[in-house]
């Protein structure tokens, strides 16, 4: 079975709009970690945002925010008011088990491709 | 600047040879992981060291090998090269402790083309 999975190959938005990008998780572990990594065209990896499991409340960065529901076990991005410079690659990721002593490896899912429409 | 450095940034050999990709991590990070991007897909994790020691392992061909020196850096060697091995690949540090988030910091890849 798939640990992260992606449903949104592709996402068109119109510009100044809100936009979820939809991340699944798949994990027996009780402790982990969630990530969010925008790859624009250019191809480097940029850190968004981070959920532990342990968290009461919702990530938050900026315009980034996680939503969080851990029953559905879900962690999908929101992009508040989206740019043109949002147009990019959007890769989720999980840690499984406690970060520390070299156990921080990544599963990624296989992105979206986000198109922020003029 | 995520403070990860990759050398060379691109590449381009031909089948069957074998190349050596170079990965500086961040100071202090004791742990080095190597992914793989082909066109398109995701990262697949290939190979993580731990202060020089090897600690968690992917799908990595076995033609595919790396190490992390006293120093910390690290490289990837592949060898007898085929067309399918063309991909992004990139380096990451973390420095492995309890503090902050645990995100990977990465390098901006080096894309290595075989013809």
């Known amino acids: 079975a798939q640990k992260i999975t992606q449903t949104q190959p592709g996402m068109f938005v119109q510009e100044k709009e809100a936009v979820t990008l939809d991340c699944t998780y798949d994990t027996s572990d009780p402790s982990y970690g969630l990530f969010w990594y925008k790859q624009p065209s250019s191809g480097e990896m940029i850190f968004l945002i981070y959920q532990g499991s342990y968290d009461q409340q919702n990530a938050t960065e900026g315009r980034y925010s996680l939503n969080f529901q851990k029953a559905r076990k879900s962690a999908n991005l929101v992009i508040s008011a989206s740019q043109l410079g949002d147009s990019a690659m959007y890769f989720c990721?999980?840690?499984?088990?406690?970060?520390?002593?070299?156990?921080?490896?990544?599963?990624f899912g296989t992105g979206t491709r986000l198109t922020i429409i003029p | 600047d995520s403070g990860v450095t990759q050398t060379p940034k691109h590449l381009i050999t031909a089948t069957g040879q074998r190349v050596t990709l170079r990965c500086s991590p961040r100071?202090?990070?004791?742990?080095v992981y190597w992914y793989q991007q082909s066109l398109d897909q995701g990262l697949q994790f290939l190979i993580q060291y731990y202060n020089g020691e090897e600690r968690a392992k992917g799908n990595i061909l076995e033609r595919f090998s790396a190490q992390q020196f006293p120093d910390l850096h690290s490289e990837l060697n592949l060898s007898s090269l085929e067309l399918g091995d063309s991909a992004l690949y990139f380096c990451?540090?973390?420095?492995?402790?309890?503090?902050?988030?645990?995100?990977?910091?990465f390098g901006e890849g080096s894309r290595l083309t075989v013809l």
């Open positions: 990451a540090s973390n420095p492995s402790d309890v503090s902050g988030t645990g995100e990977l910091f």
């Open positions: 100071s202090g990070d004791l742990s």
């Open positions: 990721a999980m840690r499984e088990g406690f970060r520390g002593g070299g156990n921080e490896k990544l599963t």
